[in-house]
């Protein structure tokens, strides 16, 4: 059951059955109008994980289109529709600028969220988590869409949880911003909530307060009031304010990945409001908190992200935290894991297919992606350890990667060469697609190679993809020759469950 995808969200949920899922807690871009890196290990590793800036351009458009076509069948997509044309008049039909962007951004999340709401169980409940860029916006959609039939007054928003993550700030013109917004709603009046779930730990000097026990086991505090009578207050109630003070994420939980959010901030949620082994969604799932707090949880997950960088962290994480091995614990859907898949990757046009395409390239060879495409430089680096038993030494050694998808050329292989100089890497991988030219194979040659515990290494090598690699991924140790103690992942062969469906969805 547990799954992750990797693809667009709004397609993977089109194609889940209604009422599936009792729990959705999702933290997606915020519409913060900043493109955000991971830094992943050094200053220099640094990858375009997912952009977080809005145009109102043709896709918008598109996307308002195919809202208004299904509100002439859908109740939900008519109060989206509605609600999405009172924003305009608000927003004075902007394209460009920040209600541009803001009518963009709400184009893109609304047919999510109503997508969202048809596949919540009646019992299910949905926490946004958002920030004061766009929070009041996307509260005026989701009261739209969960209030679409009229029935009843604010029935289904339960709260604006304030999350306080507090820490120093720089401002000195306004107040410094340290809180996000997270929108509880419950999918109808018989939504699922745990009081004692919901509840944060009281501070260990304030228990003592609660010395009394009711019939039930619960622990309360008998306070006697102004007028002389008495009132009993329960421990569970006074911890369930609607903010709650938690510090971001710190030390080892942090992996790296922009935006990460705590553990224990999900933990909350999902103990309020999901049993154990119900299904919990994140169709926004990052580097898998979510995923992550609900299997500590013992609750089923499924989580979704557009990014292939999102997997690598998140597959790890589940293996050191959880041991849990993909294809034998969960399934990954939406990975390549043979050429046709690559191919479809790349024939989208679109340039963050690339992105999607090369970063996966370079971490199977264990390296880190860089900085963005078309740089000049190269897509992937890594720093490889190495112990010469020889000196009783440890030797660093740079290693490059570059991404060529068309027909690569001398010209570039030159390139490359000239960038492994400048970078001072010991050795440097070229990635293609297409076959390699006898030119290309003597400028290999005449780079010579690199030494290490009396072995060498080409400085200059190729590996190109093809069928071969996804028989047999441990062939890429035969195709790319690095010093034993440097790690390479190649896809896993148990990983490869990308079926046709999955298939049809990345096509778009
Ligand atoms: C704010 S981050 C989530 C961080 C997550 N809460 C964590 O702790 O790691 C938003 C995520 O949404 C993903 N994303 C953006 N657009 C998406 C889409 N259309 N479909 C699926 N994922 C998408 C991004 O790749 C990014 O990982």
């Known amino acids: 059951m547990n799954k992750l995808y990797f693809g667009d969200n709004l397609e993977i949920l089109r194609e889940m059955p209604d009422e599936r899922v009792h729990l959705i807690c999702t933290d997606p871009p915020f519409n913060s109008g900043r493109d955000y890196n991971a830094f992943i290990g050094d200053s220099l590793a640094q990858k375009k994980a997912f952009t977080d800036t809005w145009t109102y351009d043709t896709a918008a458009q598109d996307t308002r289109a195919d809202i208004e076509h299904r509100a002439h069948t859908s109740n939900t997509y008519k109060a989206l529709d509605t609600c999405l044309k009172g924003y305009d008049l608000v927003l004075q039909n902007a394209v460009s600028g920040n209600k541009g962007a803001t009518r963009a951004y709400l184009a893109f999340m609304g047919p999510r969220l109503a997508e969202m709401h048809r596949i919540l169980k009646d019992t299910g409940s949905l926490y946004l988590h958002c920030d004061p860029t766009a929070s009041h916006y996307l509260k005026g959609i989701m009261d739209a869409i969960w209030d679409q039939d009229n029935r009843s007054k604010n029935a289904f928003f339960q709260n604006e949880i304030v999350w306080c993550y507090g820490g120093r700030g720089m401002s000195k013109t306004r107040f410094n911003r340290k809180h996000d917004t997270i929108l509880f709603y419950g999918k109808t009046k018989h939504m699922f909530f745990s009081p004692e779930g919901a509840s944060r730990p009281v501070a260990e000097e304030h228990v003592g307060r609660y010395n009394k026990t009711d019939e039930q086991g619960r622990k309360y505090a008998r306070i006697k009031n102004r007028d002389g009578t008495y009132s009993d207050i329960y421990l569970s109630d006074v911890v369930r304010e609607d903010w709650w003070e938690m510090p971001y994420v710190r030390g080892n939980e942090s992996l790296g990945y922009p935006t990460q959010k705590p553990r224990a901030l999900y933990e909350r949620m999902i103990k309020a409001s999901s049993n154990e082994g119900d299904i919990v969604l994140d169709p926004f799932c990052g580097c898998g908190t979510t995923i992550d707090a609900a299997h500590t949880l013992k609750r089923q997950w499924l989580g979704i992200d557009i990014t292939i960088l999102a997997l690598d962290p998140m597959r790890q994480r589940l293996a050191d935290?959880?041991?849990?091995?993909?294809?034998?614990?969960?399934?990954?859907?939406?990975?390549?894991?043979?050429?046709?898949?690559?191919?479809?990757?790349?024939?989208?046009?679109?340039?963050?297919?690339?992105?999607?395409?090369?970063?996966?390239?370079?971490?199977?060879?264990?390296?880190?992606?860089?900085?963005?495409?078309?740089?000049?430089?190269?897509?992937?680096?890594?720093?490889?350890?190495?112990?010469?038993?020889?000196?009783?030494?440890?030797?660093?050694?740079?290693?490059?990667?570059?991404?060529?998808?068309?027909?690569?050329?001398?010209?570039?292989?030159?390139?490359?060469?000239?960038?492994?100089?400048?970078?001072?890497?010991?050795?440097?991988?070229?990635?293609?697609?297409?076959?390699?030219?006898a030119g290309m194979r003597q400028q290999a040659e005449n780079m010579g190679s690199f030494t290490h515990n009396g072995r060498n290494y080409p400085r200059l090598q190729f590996w190109q993809i093809d069928e071969a690699y996804f028989e047999n991924p441990d062939i890429i140790n035969t195709l790319v020759r690095l010093p034993d103690t440097w790690r390479i992942r190649p896809t896993q062969k148990s990983e490869r469950h990308f079926d046709n469906k999955q298939m049809h969805l990345l096509r778009g």
């Open 321 to 437: 935290r959880h041991g849990l091995e993909p294809s034998v614990d969960y399934h990954i859907e939406g990975y390549p894991t043979n050429m046709q898949e690559v191919d479809k990757l790349l024939k989208e046009g679109d340039k963050r297919k690339y992105h999607d395409f090369s970063n996966w390239a370079v971490t199977r060879l264990g390296l880190k992606p860089t900085k963005d495409v078309g740089d000049g430089g190269h897509d992937g680096v890594g720093h490889a350890t190495l112990w010469n038993p020889q000196v009783m030494k440890e030797t660093n050694a740079r290693i490059l990667a570059e991404v060529k998808t068309g027909k690569p050329s001398l010209t570039q292989v030159r390139a490359f060469c000239q960038v492994m100089h400048e970078n001072n890497a010991e050795i440097g991988i070229f990635i293609t697609l297409e076959s390699i030219s």
